[in-house]
């Protein structure tokens, strides 16, 4: 566990990273907890990770928030993986250990089951259906594997995608010819795709035939931005329950916080600030 005495600073890198809202997020969970630390975001181009992680110890970061396209370049800079990250091959937080070891975790996957449990979802014992092949998607098949889901469908247009994403957990498998079907049997239907993303062009803005929804579903969007999705809209309609993205964007930044600071951040107060910064660029013209 990183030492959480003293003032700190952690770093975000990657490309872009000008819209994200992790600065938001950590800042205010950082003032919340009393903790002199403060967080920056770097513009890191891909095949600059390695430079990005060694600059940890050059700068004496405490700790780095990675994301694309630098997480893969990340794992392979650090000295050690935990096994989620080895599994994922993936690294979005770099911790720094008392030793001074700089340790790659992936916190994408838990922090989707932190924010199922959150709304009242318990995994075990669910099947789910997943819908993408890419790194969002892997880190929600790995993590729930973990988590007790006992089938985990991946949807792809991808057949070869879809087996390399399934394989990371022993209960998951690729979606059959009838995805309808398979998505109509799910307790928990998970958007891991960018269908619904703001500025979008697809036609309706969801990754599926809405009318295998029924009331007994859990619909949850990765997509945060909007926090309705067309998806979202399409499942309440439906009688469904809805969950949207911005729970694991803020449970897996909460879950860096613990890495780097030795305990969980207040993740109420990081939602709000989340929230917050959302409105604040929807009402700047």
């Not at 991808?158 to 059959?176: C, G, I, K």
């Amino acid at each position: 566990m990183a030492a959480a005495a003293g003032p700190g600073v952690a770093a975000l890198v990657g490309s872009p990273v000008a819209h994200s809202l992790s600065p938001a997020i950590h800042r205010a969970a950082f003032a919340a907890a009393g903790v002199d630390w403060s967080y920056v975001a770097f513009d890191v181009a891909s095949g600059r990770g390695a430079a990005a992680v060694a600059a940890v110890r050059t700068l004496g970061l405490r700790g780095l928030s990675v994301t694309t396209p630098l997480k893969e370049e990340a794992a392979a800079a650090v000295d050690a993986l935990s096994p989620a990250a080895v599994a994922m091959g993936a690294a979005n937080t770099v911790v720094v250990d008392r030793d001074g070891r700089l340790r790659g975790e992936s916190t994408d996957g838990d922090g989707f089951v932190a924010s199922l449990t959150a709304d009242g979802v318990d995994p075990v014992g669910r099947r789910f259906a997943v819908l993408g092949a890419g790194g969002a998607a892997r880190s929600v098949v790995e993590a729930l594997g973990r988590a007790g889901a006992v089938d985990i469908v991946v949807v792809n247009r991808s057949p070869a995608r879809a087996e390399a994403a399934a394989a990371l957990a022993a209960t998951a498998r690729p979606a059959t010819g009838d995805v309808g079907g398979e998505l109509a049997a799910a307790d928990v239907i998970v958007n891991a795709t960018t269908v619904g993303f703001a500025g979008g062009d697809e036609p309706d803005g969801v990754p599926f035939d809405v009318a295998v929804l029924h009331p007994g579903h859990v619909v949850c969007d990765l997509v945060y931005h909007p926090m309705e999705t067309p998806l979202l809209r399409a499942a309440r309609g439906a009688g469904a329950r809805a969950v949207d993205g911005l729970g694991m964007l803020v449970h897996q930044a909460a879950l860096q916080q613990q890495l780097w600071l030795g305990h969980l951040p207040d993740v109420a107060v990081m939602r709000a600030a989340a929230e917050a910064e959302l409105t604040r660029r929807r009402a700047t013209p």
